[in-house]
């Protein structure tokens, strides 16, 4: 082993990037000739990677020496310090205001809305992205600031904010539209958003009411190892994200929707080992549902609960 680590030393004028963004986990870094030892990443370069051997050592190791799968992992290391800098100086810096901010159509196709407070830009660790789809009610070529449904208004007040920090971002869908015709300008905003700040990509939740409810169900079957989380006031249940997914799901259903069919999806959904959630309210009206799904006890605690494995790898249909 010390072989291979003197191999690995540059020389002492080896110039790495500061410490902005640490990853603060030990794992066990490989050669290209197989041999390994366990290590913290502490900085890197496009060159070279600094590591912190468990015995508290560090050496400055040149990435052509490395293992593809430590080359991708300093890569993504490298990335997550540029995001971090998008609370400071990225195009939503100016955004994270600590009020309801609105985004103009011109930018990223749609008119939305993104909420987050300094709080963010003091968290050591990347934060949650909260995704909400309203329902057909609330389709609208403009909006006034700060105008959103219960669920992301909840989540921003300070009794909820305070103990689940995150980027809550709620879009207008036009009308006489629908979320599915939107797709790829939703896919866009989440995926523009993870690019520009620190966002923790597994831990991306989707919240809807009734139409989007729908939608945020066609971002899953597109993405269905992306989103770690799904609250569904009303919409549509389908037997078929028994096999096609394993975003945790929440559903909250009235009496005026297919409540029983709910109810099975959620059913196979844990059967299969999956996790689900089932909430059946038939003496409430479609109206009512996503008032009542906002206001259930332990939703937001349920929601922020669950983490996408970070193993897995997230795909495209």
């Known amino acids: 082993m010390k072989l291979f680590l003197v191999r690995f030393m540059l020389l002492s004028s080896l110039v790495?990037?500061?410490?902005?963004?640490?990853?603060?986990?030990?794992?066990?870094?490989?050669s290209i000739e197989?041999?390994?030892?366990?290590g913290t990443l502490t900085s890197a370069t496009e060159?070279?990677?600094?590591?912190?051997?468990?015995?508290?050592?560090?050496?400055?190791?040149?990435?052509?020496?490395l293992s593809e799968a430590d080359r991708k992992y300093v890569a993504r290391f490298l990335t997550?310090?540029?995001?971090?800098?998008?609370?400071?100086?990225?195009?939503?810096a100016d955004r994270v205001a600590g009020e309801w901010?609105?985004?103009?159509?011109?930018?990223?196709?749609?008119?939305?809305?993104?909420?987050?407070?300094?709080?963010?830009?003091?968290?050591?660790?990347?934060?949650p992205l909260f995704v909400h789809l309203h329902g057909a009610g609330a389709r609208a070529a403009d909006v006034d600031t700060g105008k959103v449904e219960i669920a992301p208004q909840r989540l921003a007040s300070e009794e909820f904010y305070d103990n689940f920090p995150c980027l809550i971002v709620v879009p207008l869908c036009p009308v006489e539209t629908y979320w599915?015709?939107?797709?790829?300008?939703?896919?866009?905003i989440i995926d523009t958003l993870c690019d520009s700040l620190p966002i923790d990509r597994n831990r991306i939740y989707l919240s809807g009411y009734s139409m989007g409810a729908r939608g945020i169900g066609s971002l899953i079957e597109s993405r269905p190892n992306l989103y770690a989380a799904a609250l569904f006031a009303d919409g549509e249940a389908k037997m078929s994200w028994v096999d096609t997914t394993d975003t945790a799901l929440w559903f909250t259903f009235s009496?005026?929707?297919?409540?029983?069919?709910?109810?099975?999806?959620a059913n196979a959904y844990s059967a299969a080992g999956k996790t689900a959630k089932f909430e059946g309210f038939p003496d409430h009206t479609h109206?009512?549902?996503?008032?009542?799904?906002?206001?259930?006890?332990?939703?937001?605690?349920?929601?922020?609960?669950?983490?996408?494995?970070?193993?897995?790898?997230?795909?495209?249909?």
């Open 16 to 30: 790495v990037a500061p410490i902005l963004f640490s990853a603060e986990t030990e794992r066990t870094w490989t």
């Open 34 to 38: 197989g041999k390994s030892f366990a």
């Open 47 to 65: 060159d070279a990677a600094s590591v912190r051997r468990s015995d508290g050592r560090f050496f400055d190791i040149p990435l052509t020496s």
């Open 80 to 92: 997550d310090l540029e995001r971090a800098k998008g609370l400071t100086e990225g195009p939503f």
């Open 101 to 127: 901010v609105k985004v103009p159509k011109e930018e990223h196709g749609l008119v939305f809305q993104i909420y987050g407070t300094s709080k963010l830009k003091r968290l050591k660790e990347p934060f």
């Open 180 to 188: 599915g015709d939107h797709k790829a300008a939703l896919e866009g």
């Open 255 to 265: 009496g005026e929707r297919d409540l029983e069919g709910a109810q099975k999806v």
């Open 287 to 317: 109206n009512q549902i996503h008032w009542t799904l906002a206001k259930t006890e332990g939703v937001y605690e349920w929601c922020f609960s669950q983490v996408r494995s970070a193993n897995q790898e997230p795909t495209e249909k």
